[in-house]
């Protein structure tokens, strides 16, 4: 009598134990981060501002909502339509490194929000940090950190 009471209880802790296991072999894919940072709730890459205006006015400019292109899945705001069309030609050459994610924290194996106004041009090459001391310990040791985040990008999406 007792054993036939408890069978819904067993049964429900069977399948709850069940669903845990789906959930811990199913977590990884969930876990991964997307290809370019992008704030939550958002799909606009580099915060709004334009990734062509850093090469081209030599700092950051915000972007015009209705001056766009998506690239990975991405959309980035420009401040002129000349931007836009520079980007849609070349967008590898003008969007940040490591999808916009922080480049100190990259060079150092994981992934962290960028700020858009702390940033450096290297080699050709836009980089972001999460903020103006992030950006001050990165230039200390950029050639180093470039090093080992062209050697942990991608990698680093997947923890």
């Not at 002129?80 to 100190?104: I, S």
Request: glycine share 8%; proline share 6%.
């Amino acid at each position: 009598m007792i054993l036939k009471c408890l069978r819904p209880l067993i049964l429900s802790v069977t399948l709850g134990f069940a669903a845990l296991g789906l959930v811990a072999v199913a977590s990884p894919a969930f876990a991964a981060q997307p290809e370019i940072y992008t704030p939550f709730a958002s799909n606009v890459a580099v915060s709004g501002y334009d990734p062509v205006a850093y090469f081209t006015a030599g700092k950051p400019t915000k972007g015009d909502e209705a001056i766009v292109a998506t690239y990975k899945g991405a959309t980035y705001r420009f401040a002129t339509t000349q931007n836009r069309d520079a980007f849609l030609v070349a967008p590898a050459k003008y969007a940040p490194q490591y999808g916009g994610y922080c480049a100190w924290a990259v060079g150092h194996g994981y992934t962290a929000k960028s700020d858009p106004t702390a940033w450096k041009i290297v080699n050709g090459k836009l980089y972001l940090n999460y903020n103006a001391d992030i950006q001050k310990k990165w230039i200390a040791e950029e050639a180093t950190l470039i090093v080992a985040g062209d050697k942990n990008w991608p990698k680093v999406l997947e923890k």
